[in-house]
């Protein structure tokens, strides 16, 4: 597959379906309280494996019912509009099909191309190279219940070295899917303007990620480390139901995990401190070098920074996620401070959050 790509380096599409806004967010065009994300492929699986392993439960039917409705709620907006709403009818809903299969590749999600579809009877495609397979098949099912109005169940088959999904309409979802409905957090407007490309609205500092479309996979160059655009929900929602059924104990789990995959991150493009004697202009320097690349992963924007030896203090306007921003905060001042850290936080307001960072 040859995606159609803007001089600089995005498929030329893509960025007319998503907008990168001026307070650390990512959003979809047709609604601005929306989040998606950029992340690497793996953290989410790192994360919720290590929940599973520490705390001795199976969780994957919480990710895979937050990730179904998450994935209806991207797709509702967009055909919930006129004139969209009109591809839902007829034979118009093969063109959203194709859209679907492009959406994935151009996010990273996987390589999709779809086999067979009979609207309201079965549906069947090919998956090559998902971030997650079973957190793919929850985001097939939620745009198939978005395009057609009911609830999906899906099976796998193989095909020569391929996989194949199966889906069909079903009765019901599960009890458990109506408790893991979005949620949309109220985001504060102003922030931080991003330099963009011209042509496509791409932002310029995203130049070292490369679309392998015919893959289903975005690489960043710098490190050739695998990258995923996902919704910003699916977190969230799996972290407040873990919450109420196992108390605070997995916040540990969570931020312990995105420390380690920050840390590899900074250490793998050599942002770390190199000098233990490093003066305050450098530390300076450093924190706000590896903080200031939040808003292009629509992850939330560093208002403040204030440090000193052995402490950080950050707020963040818009956070995605306060336990894996926390997670990351921990990295940024291990990376910087040489030093194992101990991090809190705690809510400014509805829409911003203070993490502070101690020495361990």
Not at 6 to 11: D, K
Not at 46 to 51: A, N, Y
Not at 283 to 297: E, F, G, H, I
Request: charged share 30%.
């Amino acid at each position: 597959m040859q995606a159609f790509k803007c001089r600089c380096g995005a498929p030329l599409w893509f960025p007319h379906t998503i907008r990168w806004n001026d307070n650390g967010t990512i959003s979809q065009i047709l609604r601005k309280g929306s989040r998606v994300v950029i992340v690497e492929s793996d953290i989410f699986n790192e994360v919720f494996s290590r929940i599973e392993e520490k705390m001795g439960v199976s969780i994957g039917h919480l990710v895979f019912e937050a990730q179904r409705n998450a994935a209806r709620e991207v797709i509702d907006v967009i055909l919930g509009r006129p004139p969209f709403t009109i591809l839902r009818k007829g034979a118009l809903r093969y063109l959203v099909v194709r859209y679907f299969c492009n959406l994935a590749w151009a996010t990273g999600q996987a390589y999709v191309k779809a086999l067979d579809y009979k609207p309201g009877v079965f549906g069947e495609a090919l998956v090559r190279n998902p971030y997650n397979r079973d957190l793919m098949a929850a985001i097939i099912l939620g745009a198939f219940e978005s395009l057609e109005g009911r609830p999906f169940r899906h099976t796998w088959k193989r095909l020569g070295e391929d996989d194949v999904i199966h889906i069909e309409p079903s009765e019901a979802k599960p009890d458990i899917s109506e408790r893991m409905r979005v949620e949309l957090p109220p985001l504060k407007a102003n922030g931080h303007p991003l330099e963009k490309c011209r042509i496509c609205g791409f932002p310029s500092e995203l130049r070292y990620l490369e679309w392998h479309a015919g893959e289903g996979k975005i690489i960043d160059g710098r490190r050739g480390v695998r990258m995923t655009f996902l919704d910003g929900y699916t977190p969230e929602v799996v972290f407040r139901e873990l919450e109420k059924e196992l108390g605070e104990d997995i916040f540990p789990l969570i931020v312990q995990a995105q420390k380690e995959t920050t840390l590899r991150h900074l250490l793998d493009l050599g942002l770390t401190a190199r000098e233990a004697s490093m003066g305050e202009e450098e530390r300076s320097a450093l924190y706000r070098k590896v903080l200031d690349p939040l808003p292009l992963w629509g992850q939330g924007y560093a208002r403040e920074i204030r440090h000193e030896p052995g402490f950080l203090e950050v707020v963040v306007d818009n956070p995605y996620s306060n336990p894996l921003l926390a997670g990351h905060m921990a990295a940024v001042f291990v990376a910087v401070e040489g030093k194992e850290a101990e991090v809190r936080w705690e809510k400014v307001d509805e829409a911003s959050t203070r993490f502070t960072v101690r020495g361990a």
